[in-house]
């Protein structure tokens, strides 16, 4: 049965029901007018003062013709409301120096219930502290006003929501994780890393899936999430990214298996008859383990990183070629390096590549062939690859 409830999502998206349907289907939510309106039903009760809302519209330099603008936007947003379907009502009020959005119906707003649940289950315990807390993480849809997210209070409100909701699931997680119910938990940090897939639930999801004895499940996870981080953001890893990928690795534990059986699931499938490119992590753990066997063996290696830079020798920013470049980089490596070779994306226009068991000149005569090979591929002349070679 539907109420004269006006519902609005604010976590996730931007939306407008009334009785159960849709109103306000704007496709620029990002307009000033749409704006206006977010604002003042996020201010409720309490309004907002006209400071406040000029600084939220325009920023902190707002132009001198703000307050003109300002009621332009309201005079926009009046006929909008008027032409939306919703009852005749003079919504937009301003009293004592503030604005306010009024209206004769309830409007139920999914970020303020959000965190009405979070301040219920403050003051209860046990199961009824749960439930409310699960509440929550069910409402929970996601950013605040994402269409909005370059907005300096956005982003404000956003830290204060993601950090709300990521305490109510490490709390849910650590009960769950007592009681063994696994199933129940996966879904849970399953759908928090979905939400936000760079905050690390995904070494929740490993613990849970290694628990289940589902480890071909966690490793392929593992792999999934090492290249997200390295191959899709293509940044520099940090200290922290790296911790991350060994607390994961440290939680992956397989079943017990016939020597042959572990030589199969150990096999490079499909095989490849080019140089063995892999994610960051796997290329450091090679390295150092080559570090040591040249300690043991006297045997020479080097380490080569190749720079896509413009003819000023500069880092190229150009967005709409930076991954065709990169990618044109990385299929003259698999052409040239031998089929030993390790390489690996350490950035947007930068590889490493490990050479083993060869002197200086050998090395130079396989950065000779990578070079002929980026050529062919890349005809302009502005884009040139930097080599610089290091024994290890």
Known sequence: MCTNDLKIRMLGEFSISYQGKPVLKEKNQA????????????????GITKERLLFCLFGQNPKGRSTNNLRVIIYNLRRLLRESGLPE????CVKNGSYYFVSSFLVEIDARIFESLIKSAKIVNGKDRLELLRDACDLYGGYFLPALSGEEWVLVEEAHYQHLYSTCVEEICAFLSSKGEYEALLKLCSRAADLYPFDEWQVCQIDCLTAMGRTDEALALYERTIRMYFEELQTSPSIRMMECFRRMGDRIRMNSEALGQIREILKENPPNTGAYYCVYPCFADGYRIVTRIIKQTGMSAYLLLCTVMDERKRHTEDSRNTTNISDVLKEALQMSLRRGDVFTQYNKMQYLVLLSDLNREECQMIIYQIDISFRSLERSRKIHVIYQLTPI
């Open 89 to 92: 009502e003079d919504y937009i």
């Open 31 to 46: 307009t000033k007018t749409m704006h206006l309106l977010q604002i003042l039903l996020y201010a409720g009760s309490e």
